[in-house]
Structure formats: structure tokens, C-alpha cells
């Protein structure tokens, strides 16, 4: 019963339009590279006559020449070193952005394939939900509850501080808010099931999953048994987790199937109801 969106996700979209930018941005350099040469050369083949008129001329007309010479070695050195160097600037952030994009690409990989070995009989999996603007990583919905994955790839060692906060030592630092987060996500799915023919009151459970950290037993995030619990996980520990879970409603076949339909029209695109998002993954 596994699912997904077989159009590129949310993270392939994206990295491929940085790299369309980032190649825009490389060729806008050249020119300006090629512009600059030709400035430089017009100049060298144009001092043979101007100099003479710069030495002999008229107090006006050596002024005039002056500030032509002036403009055409500024507009130079704007072409060949200015404009490169700040579009320079410009690839860099590209070049980190598409590295970071590619890193979320491959921890969801790493999830993916976890949730890939769950019974097909009894689970679907449906992956990157298009919401507007982001999406949902992984949504897995079976006979022990339903499930919202939010993937993050940051390497260290994952703890909660003494404000029951997340901290990464030794690694990569949240860059926002990952308990709000997938708790939006995980009421964005909600609502939308109820909102699609599934009237049983269901609760969607949020797991935050670090493929690349270390993640310690039994960590999470909120308070047990209410909805701000967040349990954060390692993928080793995700299957067990998702088989072990007990559920508040009673998620029979049929009603397993009800949500596969209802997400799979999501997941095609087939609904604009999923147009409003909350943050990015």
C-alpha cells in the first residue's frame, strides 16, 4: 500500500531552480568578464589618439577627454572586478543552499527507505505532500495510527536543555522551530482528512527524525500523551516506534483505505485544498 508523489519533490524542485539561478547568475558574470576585456581593449587602441589630443589640446577639451578616460576606466573596472566578484558572492550562497538542499534530500532518502520496509498490508506511505510552499516529508497512515515524518539532516548530538527545548551539540544547530513545525504538519493533515470524508476523530502523531545525528532512547519533545509530544528519532528506532504505537481511534482496514484515498488525491494534485502551507521542510 505504499504511496507517493511520483513528480519531482518539493527539494528536487528546488535545487534544480537554484541551479537554473545559479547558471543564470555564472553567465552574467562572463559577460560581464567579455564586457570588461572590450572596454579595456577599446581603451588600449583608442590612447594613441587621445593622449596626443589629452597633451596639445584645450584647457575644455583636455577636460572633456579626462572625464572620458575616467568613465571608461571606471565602467572597466566595474565590468572585470566589481560586478564579478559581488556575483561571485551570489554562486557561494547558491553553492551552500544547493549543498543544505541536497543533505534534506538524502536524510529523506534515508527515511524513506525505512518506511519502506513496513507491511504493505497494512500501512501506505505517502511522501513530500505539497503544501503550498515546502511539504510534508513522509505521512504514513496504518492499523497503529497515523503518522507525520519531518526529516531533518543535522549531524551532532541531539538532546532537550533544561527549558525542554531541542539543542544540537557538536553539530548543526536548528534553524528554526522543529517541534511547531511538524505539529502544524501533523493538524494540516488532520484537518484535511476531516475536511475529506473521514469523520472518525483522528489524531496525527509528529516524529521528528534525525538520520545523521545521534539520537539518544526515549527522547522527545512536549509533554506524554498530550498533543505537544514529539518523539525524536534515529531511523533505526522509526519501524519499531510506528509498529508499537497505540493509536486513540481504532484505525480498521477500511478506514486506513478512506485515508489512502483521500491523501492520494493530495498527493496527486488533484485538490487545491492543500494550497495553504505553514513553514517549509
Known amino acids: 500500500m505504499n504511496s507517493g508523489r511520483v513528480a519531482r519533490t518539493f527539494l528536487e524542485q528546488q535545487i534544480g531552480d537554484l541551479q537554473d539561478s545559479m547558471g543564470r547568475v555564472n553567465r552574467a558574470r562572463w559577460i560581464s568578464l567579455l564586457g570588461g576585456i572590450v ?3 577599446l581603451l588600449f587602441i583608442s590612447l594613441p589618439v587621445l593622449l596626443p589630443l589629452l ?18 576606466v571606471s565602467l572597466a573596472f566595474l565590468l572585470l572586478a566589481f560586478v564579478p566578484l559581488t556575483l561571485r558572492k551570489v ?11 541536497r543533505r534534506a534530500q538524502k536524510a529523506e ?12 498490508r497494512q ?34 548530538d541531539v538532546s532537550i536543555d533544561e527549558l525542554g527545548r531541542l539543542a544540537i551539540n557538536h553539530g548543526d544547530q536548528p534553524r528554526k522551530n522543529y517541534q511547531r513545525q511538524a505539529m502544524q504538519e501533523a493538524y494540516q493533515v488532520k484537518d484535511y482528512l476531516a475536511e475529506h470524508g ?24 512536549g509533554n506524554t500523551n ?41 498527493a496527486d494534485g488533484t485538490d487545491q485544498g492543500t494550497e495553504e502551507g505553514t513553514e517549509d521542510g
Open 109 to 120: 532518502q534515508e527515511v524513506r527507505n525505512v518506511l519502506a520496509n513496513l507491511d504493505e
Open 55 to 72: 597633451a596639445s589640446s584645450q584647457r575644455v577639451m583636455r577636460a572633456v577627454i579626462g572625464v572620458d578616460l575616467a568613465f571608461f
Open 123 to 156: 500501512y501506505v506511505v505517502f511522501h513530500g505532500l505539497y503544501r503550498g510552499y515546502g511539504d510534508i516529508d513522509h505521512v504514513v497512515i496504518g492499523l497503529t495510527g497515523a503518522f507525520v515524518i519531518e526529516t531533518k539532516s543535522n549531524h551532532g
Open 226 to 266: 498530550t498533543g505537544s509530544y514529539i518523539p525524536i528519532l534515529g531511523t533505526k528506532a522509526i519501524l519499531q516506534y510506528i509498529y508499537q504505537h497505540k493509536p486513540s481511534a481504532s484505525f480498521t482496514p477500511d478506514l486506513v483505505e478512506r485515508c489512502r484515498m483521500a491523501l492520494q488525491r493530495w
Open 198 to 221: 473521514i469523520q472518525e476523530q483522528l489524531f496525527v502523531q509528529s516524529i521528528l527524525a534525525f538520520p545523521f545525528a545521534n539520537v539518544p532512547d526515549d527522547l522527545h519533545l
Open 39 to 41: 572596454v579595456v581593449l
Open 91 to 101: 554562486v557561494l550562497d547558491f553553492n551552500r543552499k544547493v549543498a543544505e538542499d
